[in-house]
């Protein structure tokens, strides 16, 4: 059965309370075909998890302004004056963790570890409520692994099973994110053939994406 889609078709399979991975930074390689379809599907009291909310008009921003979102996990929210707002307001739960922190729970998630030891944050606010271990006298954190439902990726160049290839910085978290969650739906930007891209190249293999759908030619 092919995996190519139409943006309909995975419409319906967002649910109320899902925990969805959305990849880039800033909406840098995050797939806005994606994000619209998942606003149109009215799923709400989503736990989001990505580096940013972005932007108030771009990639998961609109989801916060759409007051779909009940959580986030993220490494900052600057950006987005909505999140602060709701955030303030006790409207929004955002749990803040370094980037480094963030990407390397993903990481745990996706390759089934039971969580991973770091100093960052020790002796902060960060380590409020987590565990600490103590490794040859130094002091780490255990922070805990993150999966999710489904991941949201975007691809510059996938072919039909999958194979996708990020160029430059659009590559932000979505490699990391498609191995830790259920579900993963590409966006594609350009779709070619299974066998036309270069093996080398590939950077997230097909057997983990299960849907891709067209966001470009």
């Known amino acids: 059965m092919s995996k190519v889609v139409s ?9 109320d ?9 800033l909406g840098c390689g995050t797939g806005e075909a994606l994000i619209d379809t998942l606003i149109e599907s009215g799923a709400k ?3 989001i998890i990505g580096n940013d909310t972005s932007f108030v008009d771009k990639g998961i921003g609109r989801l916060i ?5 009940k959580k986030v996990i993220a ?12 955030m303030n307001e006790g409207k929004l739960e955002v749990e803040l963790s370094p980037q480094g922190t963030l990407i390397e729970r993903v990481r745990a998630g996706g390759f089934g570890l039971g969580g991973i030891l770091t100093p960052t944050g020790v002796g902060t606010l960060v380590e409020e409520n987590k565990e600490k271990i103590t490794v040859e006298g130094v002091e780490y954190l255990l922070e805990l692994p993150l999966r999710a439902n489904i991941a949201l990726i975007k691809g510059s160049v996938v072919d039909d099973f999958g194979n996708t290839i990020y160029k430059g910085t659009t590559k932000n978290f979505n490699p990391m994110i498609a191995m830790a969650s259920d ?6 930007q350009t ?8 093996k080398d190249m590939i950077m997230t293999p097909g057997v983990v994406v299960d849907y891709i759908v067209r966001e470009g030619k």
Not at 65 to 69: D, F, P, S
Not at 75 to 86: D, Q
């Open 183 to 188: 579900i993963v739906i590409v966006g594609s």
């Open 75 to 86: 490494s900052h929210i600057g950006t987005n004056a909505e999140t602060g707002r709701l």
């Open 45 to 47: 009291n989503l736990t």
């Open 65 to 69: 302004v759409n007051n779909q979102v």
């Open 191 to 198: 779709l070619v053939e299974a066998g036309t891209l270069n």
């Open 17 to 25: 309370d899902m925990t969805i991975m959305i990849g880039g930074f």
């Open 7 to 15: 943006l309909n078709k995975v419409k319906g399979l967002f649910k």
